[in-house]
Antibody, heavy 122, light 107 residues
């Protein structure tokens, strides 16, 4: 069974750093893109960025570029999303999701993690 | 970036009815369009990819259509479990972008 399991809820103060994780299992981790999506409470989905673990090719939305870093460790079959200086406006649920392939076509996000709640407050 | 605009914002529908949700892209995304359903407290679930292909396990009452800039998600014979917020997402252009969502409520 394909699964993405995310790390638990985190609470930080503004200006602090944070790294959350997303562990993939049940498939060839290196061969599928993994993306990150933000959801502020009561709001819609925002596409943050995506990484291909096999060669670390990474793309970001301009809205998030420079503020977050996406990485992946093939040996751990885990993708990461990190901040060096959090803001209160980063408070949200963060989902990781796998970009799937079916019948020769990308499906985009066919498998999602359970979400990680990040709270940034002084 | 490619702006995705969904309409309507909210739908209130009786079980058994047919529902059609719309999604418009600010520039062509070919058929690289996905639809997701999200229920309260849950992660989104992929319903449709490549504009019209149902994801594994998705009931046949869900169907997608369109290409270029205009897309539709239809639910025929709405069931009580089909409530939630439905999002479209394009994956043809960087950065990928989501629509703002359509909330479907069951009467």
């Amino acid at each position: 069974e394909v699964q993405l399991v995310q790390s638990g809820a985190e609470m930080r103060k503004p200006g602090q750093s944070l790294k959350i994780s997303c562990k993939g299992s049940g498939y060839g981790f290196s061969n599928y893109w993994i993306g990150w999506v933000r959801q502020v409470a009561g709001k819609g989905l925002e596409w943050i960025g995506i990484i291909y673990p096999g060669d670390s090719d990474t793309r970001y939305s301009p809205s998030f570029q420079g503020h977050v870093t996406i990485s992946a460790d093939e040996s751990l079959t885990t993708a990461f999303l990190q901040w060096t200086s959090l803001r209160a406006s980063d408070t949200a649920i963060y989902y990781c999701a796998r970009r799937g392939v079916a019948n020769g076509s990308y499906t985009d996000f066919d498998t999602w993690g359970q979400g990680t709640l990040v709270t940034v407050s002084s | 970036e490619t702006v995705m605009t969904q309409s309507p914002a909210t739908l209130s529908v009786s079980p058994g009815e047919r529902v059609t949700l719309s999604c418009r892209a600010s520039r062509s995304v070919s058929v690289s369009l996905a639809w997701y359903q999200q229920k309260p407290g849950q992660s989104p679930r992929l319903l449709i990819y490549a504009a019209s292909s149902r994801a594994a396990g998705v009931p046949a009452r869900f169907s997608g259509s369109g290409s270029g800039t205009e897309f539709r998600l239809s639910i025929s014979g709405l069931q009580s479990e089909d409530f939630g917020i439905f999002y479209c997402q394009q994956y043809n252009n960087w950065p990928r972008t989501f629509g703002q969502g359509t909330r479907v409520e069951i009467k």
